[in-house]
């Protein structure tokens, strides 16, 4: 057959394979070819947020191995974000394609940019504890409890909260209460360093009281992913500053209570409030 034929009849088959009418109830995943042999390949740690490259079609899948279901393929060419782990498990990067989230491998990708190009090791973990905190804007507050999904809430999985806490009631498995909330975005704590994981090992008693992991910081030198905390009679809250007047109005992430969940919001801090800095930012 001729060249022409060739692609004549590949045409052909296309126009049987768009034309149909008929319903698809269920397509099972084809997934890509993991032996291909490419010319690049990534495995060392990267920033959160950087943009990778996938050098071939590429499986994306459910956990960090090959045993795990795939989600989707990958196109050669196309390009996803590193989110919340900088440094890749069993060679899998966790990354985000297309608004859906899972892990693949670096053997077929190449480092296209990162969102900082700063070497200093703290201004990147600044960086990616504020990208921590925007993940957790728009789910619930919940009392007790501390566990966030990266790529931020949708309308199935942010939860509600009703009532007056501590006796508030909680629907759904994702949110977090202000301390729960920090100790995730500064990943402090045994084993606190995944935000899918529910965990809650401090309280604004022992931010506001005791330096485990964390350090005081002068009002005046508040720099972005510190926090700010107070703990007054049993009463206390905390949040991440981001940027602005620390004496006036300023910019943070915090879950603020049962009726307004977590926010980004421009707020004040009253004298009561002292800043403190996690060791290593």
Same mark, same amino acid.
């Given at each position: ?131 921590? /905190?925007? #993940?957790? &804007? ?5 009392? $007790? =409890? ?5 790529? %931020?809430? @949708? ?69 972005? /992913?510190? #926090?700010? &905390? ?5 009463? $206390? =809250? ?5 940027? %602005?007047? @620390? ?35």
């Amino acid at each position: 057959m001729t060249h022409r034929s060739l692609l004549l009849a590949a045409a052909l088959m296309t126009l049987a394979a768009c034309g149909g009418t008929g319903m698809v109830e269920s397509e099972s995943i084809t997934g890509a070819d993991e032996a291909t042999a490419v010319d690049s390949e990534l495995s060392s740690s990267v920033p959160v947020g950087s943009t990778l490259q996938a050098t071939t079609n590429v499986n994306l899948r459910t956990g960090a191995s090959t045993g795990y279901s795939i989600l989707l393929v990958v196109p050669n060419g196309a390009k996803v974000t590193t989110v919340e782990n900088t440094t890749p498990t069993n060679g899998f990067y966790k990354v985000k394609y297309s608004g859906t989230v899972g892990y693949s491998h670096g053997t077929y990708y190449k480092l296209v940019s990162s969102p900082s190009t700063s070497t200093d090791p703290e201004s990147n973990s600044r960086e990616a504890a504020i990208n921590r /905190a925007k #993940a957790t &804007v728009g789910f619930s507050y919940w009392w $007790g =409890h501390a566990r966030f999904k990266p790529e %931020g809430p @949708s309308s199935s999985n942010a939860g509600s909260c009703s009532g007056s806490c501590p006796s508030c009631s909680h629907s759904g498995s994702y949110g977090a209460d202000c301390s729960g909330m920090a100790g995730k975005v500064w990943q402090v704590g045994s084993n606190n360093s995944d935000l899918t994981v529910d965990n809650h090992p401090y309280s604004t008693y022992n931010f506001a009281h005791q330096t485990t992991s964390w350090h005081s910081v002068a009002r005046d030198s508040m720099e972005k /992913a510190d #926090a700010m &905390v107070y703990n007054i009679n049993g009463s $206390g =809250h905390i949040f991440i500053y981001e940027s %602005g007047d @620390s004496w006036g109005s300023l910019w943070s992430y915090e879950c603020r209570n049962c009726g307004d969940g977590c926010v980004r919001n421009l707020r004040t801090a009253t004298s009561e409030y002292r800043g403190i800095g996690r060791n290593g930012y």
